[in-house]
C-alpha cells in the first residue's frame, strides 16, 4: 500500500488568487487548503503580498477574510528566513517565495510565474518548482 505523504507546499500569490472564488476551475486548491489536504508554509512577507494582491483583484473584503482564514488555520505555518538567496534577478520580490520554501524544507514551490525557471538550472538551494497543473496531478496522486 503506497503511504500517502503530507506535503509541503509555498503558494505563489499568483496560484493562490486565481483559487479563491468558487467559480474558478483552480478552486480545489484553496478548497485543499481548508480541507487542510497539505501543509502551507508562510512568512509575514508573502501574506503581506497576498493580502496586496488579493484587495487589488478581487477586493479589501476578501483580502482580510482569506488571510484570517490562513492565519486560522492549523495546516499553515509561519516561517522564518534566516537566508536570503536573491536567485531570481528578473523580479527580486519573488524570491521571499524561494527563501520560504528553503526555510520551510518543502516539498515544492507552486507557480505559474515562469521566473521561477531559474531554478531548475541552479543546484543549491534545491526548490521543486512547479505549476498548478502539475500540482493538481501530484495531488490527485497523494490522494489516492
Not at 520580490?93 to 525557471?117: A, R
Amino acid at each position: 500500500m503506497k503511504t500517502k505523504k503530507h506535503l509541503k507546499i509555498v503558494l505563489d500569490t499568483n496560484v493562490l488568487l486565481v483559487s479563491i472564488s468558487a467559480f474558478s476551475k483552480y478552486h480545489w486548491l484553496f478548497r485543499y487548503i481548508i480541507d487542510k489536504k497539505f501543509d502551507l508554509y508562510i512568512t509575514n512577507e508573502i501574506l503581506t503580498e497576498y493580502e496586496e494582491i488579493i484587495g487589488e483583484k478581487l477586493s479589501s473584503e476578501t483580502a482580510n477574510a482569506v488571510i484570517r482564514t490562513l492565519i486560522e488555520l492549523d495546516n499553515v505555518y509561519p516561517t522564518s528566513i534566516y537566508f536570503k538567496y536573491f536567485l531570481i534577478e528578473n523580479d527580486l520580490d519573488d524570491n521571499k517565495f524561494i527563501d520560504c520554501s528553503f526555510s520551510g524544507n518543502c516539498d515544492y514551490l507552486v507557480t505559474n510565474d515562469k521566473h521561477f525557471n531559474i531554478l531548475k538550472t541552479i543546484n543549491f538551494p534545491q526548490i521543486n518548482v512547479i505549476n498548478l497543473e502539475e500540482f493538481k496531478i501530484i495531488m490527485e496522486d497523494n490522494t489516492q
